[in-house]
Structures are given as C-alpha cells and as structure tokens.
C-alpha cells in the first residue's frame, strides 16, 4: 500500500532514512572498532599472539564487507528494512556471546561470526537506500549517513575502554551488546528502500510520470560488473584496503608501545573519528560541486601522505594529527564510494552493485591487519605494514586518476558513443 504522505512537519522523508542509516552504521561499525581497546585484554587472558589475536577482526571485516554480495540482493528484493534489524540483533547477540567465550576460537566464533555477519548484512542495504531517496545531495547525504562510522569510532572505543576499566574485558562486551540491540535496532526502523512508496521522488519532488510503475534506471548487476569502469572501482578498493583498517587495529597498540597511555591511546581511535566525521560531511557535499571520481583520487593520495606521518611518529601529537588526518579522508572515501557507484550504474540495483563491490574490500580487510600483526611478532615493528600500505593507497591513487581521465574522453566523444554511465547510455534504462 502506497501512500502520499511524507513525514511530520512537512520534513522530507529521506533525512529520516538517513538518520536511520546513520544510528546502524553509527553502532554497527562503533562496536566493531572497539577490537583495539580489547586488544591487549584478550591477549593477556588468552596468551595469543598479537597477530592471532588481530585475525578476529579481520575475519569480522570479512564478513562485514563480503557478506553485502548477498545482503544488497535480499535488500534489493525484500527491502532495507528487516535486513538492518536482523543485523543489529546479530551484533548485540554476538557481542554479548563473545564476553563469554573460554577461549579464542570462541571469541572468533562469536565476534567474528555475530558482529561479522551481523554489519554484513545492515551496511550494504541501508547504504542503498540512502542513494534512491537523493540526486541532487546524494553525496552530502551519503556522506551524512555513514558519517556514523565516524561519530561510532569517535565514541565508542573510548566508552568500551571505560567499560573496560570498570567492568572488566567480558560485562563490557554484554553492555555493548545491550546498546547494540536498543539503539540499533529502534533506528533501523526508519528505513526505507525507495521514495516512490511514499508518493515522493528524489529530493522529496514530485515523482516523475509512471514511477509508480516504472523500475528504477540502471544496469543490471551482470553488465555492471562487466564494465571497465567497475573493474577499476573494484581494483582500487581492493588495493587500497589491504592497509585501509591497519590504524583502527593496530594505532592503540603501537602507541602503547612508545610510552602514550593507555587512556591517550585510546583516544587516537576517537581523533580518527572527529577526522571520518568531517570528512564524510564535508567532503561529500564538496565532492557534489567538484566531482566525485576527482576527489575519490585525493582520498587515497590524502590517505598514503597521512600515513607516512604515522611511520615519522612516536609521540601523542603526531599520532594525534596523523589519526585525524587519516580519518578524514578515509571518511571521504568511504562516503563517496556509494554514490560514485550510483552515479555510474543507476539504482536498479544498487544496493547488489555495492555488495559485489564490496567483497573487494572483505578480501582486504581479512589479510591486512592479520598480516601486520604477524609481522609485528615477527619483526617487533610496525614499519613495513604502514609502508605497505602507503604504497597501496598511492596505487589506489592512480587507477582513480585513469578512471578520471577515461570519465574527461567520454564527455568529449559523441553522447551515442559512450556508455560509461546511465545517463550516458540509453540502453542502460532498459536492460535486464
């Protein structure tokens, strides 16, 4: 049953998705960057490794990109809505488990499989439905919606260190737990997959003539991926992100390493979140005026010059202006991935666009941080990892710059003869 109404005091029904989005990526992702302050916990009480220990979170990492290859597809065709509730009670659940493990196989099972699975299948669909209620401020509006992952790495690793303190490693993980599925929860109940079901187009116009009817433009996921513009999307984020979550594991670590306390320590997580929290709201609604493939190629440059004051760092402050610096424009990236993706395929089938392409970035994230854990055991050193990473991003960095020059000939060729975005390509609307 479809209405024509919008929401109370004539504001626009989309800012609620978006809120909606925001509070699951917000918990979602906060609880998942609190690993770094239980770090040292689960190693002490376990007796593992610090790279064992590191393999939890990237196998959550995983899972939490991997699994949006089959979460967009559900969101897709059941809807945003109940994926984002089933997620957020697979976090609370397996948070709540993982403080009771007697072990680490158990605290992979349980924070891996409960928090893993649990982002993986929220993420994906709400980011998916935040890009069909927006064209016009779809960049500001993504950007406002994951800038959850920001204000969630900003506030709830310095609480679980709190938790920590106060109630010991495994009540701390059953009070996230219990946030987990409150807050989570009640908020995903604002989502909503498509703008048409109020009576609405995007941007809270008028909706155009037959859209009730019409399915939305776009490429079906099987000529997306075989474009040359998503396999370039797909490389870079594939290289990018064998270092891209290196800081939110192992930068607490390696501070307390070099003599910062703990509480400082814990603390940088939060300067990458103020840092992720501007980026995403300021860089995408800048990346609406510039471009948004343009400023996607200066969130891997911007990202691999941070990184090289993180490797000349060893005290509080440079760790500090390397983590805000870093989360801004890892903020940038990841709020202006969905909508780059839009912009080039449509919103047909959006939400399974990104899922596939985020299964580039669950590849990353399961070998980078376990790998510089490793190599940390093995050289005591954080050295190589970051530099590895530098490198990552600076290649990262020139496939976005191909992509950009390939996006400058396509606008100079005839419209008839370019078909690198839906609106460029008027078979696009109508394939299946």
Not at 235 to 257: E, K, M, Q, T
Request: net charge positive.
């Amino acid at each position: 049953m479809k209405t024509t109404s919008s929401s109370p005091k004539g504001l626009f029904r989309g800012w609620l998705v978006v809120a909606g989005a925001f509070a699951v990526t917000f918990v979602g992702f906060g609880c998942a960057y609190t690993f770094s302050a239980f770090l040292e916990s689960l190693q002490k009480d376990f007796g593992a490794s610090r790279g064992s220990v590191s393999l939890v979170f990237s196998l959550a990492g995983f899972l939490y990109f991997g699994l949006g290859v089959l979460s967009g597809p559900l969101a897709d065709r059941w809807g945003s809505r109940r994926l984002a509730v089933a997620g957020m009670v697979l976090v609370g659940l397996g948070l709540a488990v993982a403080g009771q493990a007697q072990s680490l196989t158990q605290i992979y099972l349980a924070y891996g499989l409960g928090v893993g699975l649990g982002v993986g299948a929220s993420y994906v669909p709400v980011l998916g439905a935040v890009q069909r209620w927006f064209v016009r401020r779809r960049g500001f509006a993504s950007g406002l919606a994951v800038s959850g992952i920001g204000v969630g790495t900003l506030v709830m690793p310095p609480l679980a260190s709190l938790l920590i303190e106060t109630l010991g490693w495994r009540h701390a993980y059953l009070a996230l737990g219990g946030l987990a599925v409150m807050v989570g929860v009640g908020m995903a109940l604002l989502i909503e997959n498509d703008p048409r079901d109020r009576g609405l187009g995007p941007d809270g116009d008028p909706p155009q003539p037959q859209a009730d009817s019409a399915r939305p433009e776009g490429f079906t996921v099987r000529d997306a991926v075989r474009s040359r513009r998503f396999a370039g999307l797909y490389a870079a984020c594939l290289i990018s992100s064998f270092g891209l979550f290196v800081p939110f594991v192992h930068l607490v670590p390696y501070a307390l390493d070099h003599g910062v306390p703990n509480a400082s320590a814990v603390l940088l997580l939060g300067a990458i979140g103020v840092g992720s929290t501007a980026g995403r709201f300021f860089l995408g609604g800048l990346a609406d005026r510039m471009g948004r493939a343009q400023t996607m190629l200066l969130m891997s440059t911007g990202m691999a010059l941070s990184l090289l004051v993180w490797a000349a760092s060893s005290g509080f402050r440079g760790l500090a202006l390397f983590a805000f610096f870093y989360g801004a424009f890892y903020g940038g990236f990841v709020a202006l991935l969905p909508a780059l993706v839009m912009d080039y395929f449509g919103g047909r089938n959006i939400a399974a666009i990104i899922g596939v392409l985020y299964t580039s970035v669950a590849f990353g994230t399961l070998v980078g941080p376990a790998a510089a854990g490793f190599a940390f055991d093995i050289s005591r050193s954080y050295m190589l990892p970051i530099l590895v990473s530098v490198g990552a991003n600076l290649m990262a960095a020139g496939i976005m710059w191909a992509m950009s020059r390939m996006d400058a000939s396509a606008k100079l060729a005839p419209a008839a003869s370019t078909r690198g975005t839906v609106g460029n390509d008027p078979t696009a609307a109508r394939r299946s």
